[in-house]
């Protein structure tokens, strides 16, 4: 099946580390996106890759970092800079940077303990 | 004035009603609008986009006023299945296919 899938559904951090939250997609899509959405609240972009091996920060990028190395994938890692990780994240893609229509994964819902 | 707005709700509704929600913007040379629908704690997912001729699909239509920058989404016949949390989206021009999402109105049709 075609689609967007993100990994893992449920992520426990500790406050100072590091963790990655991946996203992939086999739609052939040239442009992929992470949001952050906190409750009661509009989602917000951290990042976002036009085409391979280039991409560029969004509204919240601070704390966050991306890597887009495959067309397929778009990991994100939320670092220790990060003062208030906890959140919903989601993924999405769209076939062109030019086009409208974003499609979303399922989401990551990280929380620090 | 917030780029997005809508009113957050919640919409309470008996099965069968018609509800229409609202939705302004602030960018008026805003080139795309979009309609999406978010389940409780999953992904948002395309509802419809909005043209500015108005569009309908099903039981669903969307309209365009650019003049007063808002969009409008109306729900006819309301199923137990329509409750969910509806978000407004707009793309201003130049962003390259970034979107601006409001917080969403939130749906509840009740038996």
């Known amino acids: 099946d075609g689609g967007i899938t993100q990994s893992p559904k449920y992520l426990f951090r500790k406050e100072g580390q590091n963790v990655t939250l991946s996203c992939e997609q086999n739609l052939n899509h040239d442009a992929m996106y992470w949001y952050r959405q906190d409750p009661g609240q509009g989602l917000r972009l951290i990042y976002y890759s036009q085409i391979v091996n280039d991409f560029q920060k969004g509204d919240i990028a601070e704390g966050y970092s991306v890597s887009r190395e495959k067309k397929e994938s778009f990991p994100l890692t939320v670092t220790s800079a990060q003062k208030n990780p906890t959140a919903f994240y989601l993924c999405?893609?769209?076939?062109?940077?030019?086009?409208?229509?974003?499609?979303f994964g399922p989401g990551t819902r990280l929380t620090v303990l | 004035r917030k780029e997005v707005e809508q009113d957050p709700g919640p919409f309470n509704v008996p099965e069968g009603a018609t509800v229409a929600f609202n939705c302004t913007y602030s960018n008026s040379a805003s080139q795309s609008f979009f309609w999406y629908r978010q389940d409780c704690r999953k992904e948002p997912k395309l509802l419809m986009s909005?043209?500015?001729s108005g569009n309908e699909d099903g039981r669903f239509t969307a309209q365009l006023n650019r003049a007063s920058q808002y969009i409008s989404l109306l729900i006819r016949d309301s199923k137990l299945s329509d409750s969910a949390t509806y978000l407004c989206?707009?793309?201003?021009?130049?962003?390259?296919?970034?979107?601006?999402f409001g917080k969403g109105t939130k749906l509840s049709v009740k038996p």
């Open positions: 989206v707009v793309n201003p021009r130049g962003s390259q296919g970034n979107l601006i």
């Open positions: 909005v043209y500015s």
């Open positions: 999405a893609s769209t076939y062109r940077a030019s086009t409208d229509t974003q499609y």
